[in-house]
């Protein structure tokens, strides 16, 4: 599932693979961009922005994508078998003489000038994994509607970029409160911690093929949390890797009360949230039937 980090690992496996390095083949599988084309010019650099992928290309142009929930690129060595999924998926190719970049089912892809990336992402708010990062900005922005749920408030790109739906949920449970607790009646002590310890969890995760949220195996410890989880009660299992996301109707880590789940939102998209009744304080609606989740891809 696409979130802050994945994104920053595409990000980076796409710089490494075509950054500085001149474009022999392009093909833009979408119809207003059917007639683009890019080869002849040097990529100069791919960085992401939230959930948004940047690609800037000589001449002052910007291949903008965005993952949304299913999209993907790969990255081939020339003459290896692609594999993401059949042909009709693909939406982007773009290669040079070593690698092959290949987008699929990506639902987002324009071309734009670099000096007009703003159109794109210019309405997001700090990025937590991005130089922009202002921790107070983004608590102001959160803070702005105070009714408003804070799972809710926290999956709004426009209050700060990168986190999605597994944060969302497991946020909140570090916090101690559900996701449809009022942002205002959030504690001031927790509103104060909530920047850093996004952050944090984000910076841990770029690195790692696997999101992780439970910390070290070892010492079940977790990057910034304000609270210790206990090790689980059958301690020669290996720690799961999510506290409460994916986990219903799994025992909760710390107290062994089942996580629940339910959906989150004004229903236009599925939003399964995850939470535990008895660590997190705050509204909650009925719990709904546990479903199988999608694990999270690497792309």
């Known amino acids: 599932m696409p979130e802050g980090d994945t994104v920053w690992q595409a990000a980076r496996r796409l710089h490494s693979a075509l950054a500085g390095k001149v474009l022999i083949r392009s093909d833009l599988r979408v119809p207003r961009l059917a007639t683009a084309d890019l080869t002849g010019r040097t990529v100069l650099e791919v960085i992401p922005r939230g959930k948004h992928l940047l690609t800037r290309v000589e001449g002052g142009l910007t291949l903008h994508s965005h993952l949304r929930m299913d999209g993907s690129w790969r990255v081939f060595a020339n003459g290896q078998r692609w594999t993401g999924g059949p042909a009709h998926q693909i939406r982007a190719i773009l290669g040079n003489a070593e690698r092959t ?32 990062w202002d921790p107070d900005l983004a608590l102001a922005n959160l803070l702005k509607d105070p009714d408003r749920p804070l799972g809710e408030a926290l999956l709004d790109q426009r209050n700060l970029a990168g986190i999605g739906n ?36 984000l910076e841990y995760n770029r690195d790692r093929p696997i999101r992780r949220t439970t910390g070290s195996p070892s010492t079940s410890s977790t990057p910034g949390t304000p609270r210790t989880p206990r090790t689980p009660r059958t301690t020669n ?24 789940i339910a959906d989150q939102g004004d ?17 909650a609606p009925a719990p709904t039937a546990p479903r199988r989740d999608r694990p999270r891809t690497a792309d």
């Open 267 to 283: 229903g236009s998209r599925e939003r399964p949230t995850y939470w535990c009744p008895t660590c997190q304080r705050g509204p």
């Open 101 to 132: 970049a290949v987008g699929y089912r990506l639902p987002v892809l324009e071309l734009l000038r670099t000096t007009d990336e703003d159109r794109a992402v210019g309405h997001l708010g700090p990025d937590l994994l991005g130089p922009d």
């Open 166 to 201: 597994v944060f969302k949920s497991e946020l909140c449970y570090l916090l101690g409160v559900t996701p449809w607790l009022p942002v205002g009646h959030l504690p001031a002590d927790r509103a104060a911690k909530l920047p850093e310890l996004a952050k944090r969890l």
């Open 237 to 260: 299992r290996r720690v799961p890797d999510l506290f409460v996301y994916g986990r219903a109707p799994r025992p909760c880590l710390r107290c062994g009360t089942p996580v629940r």
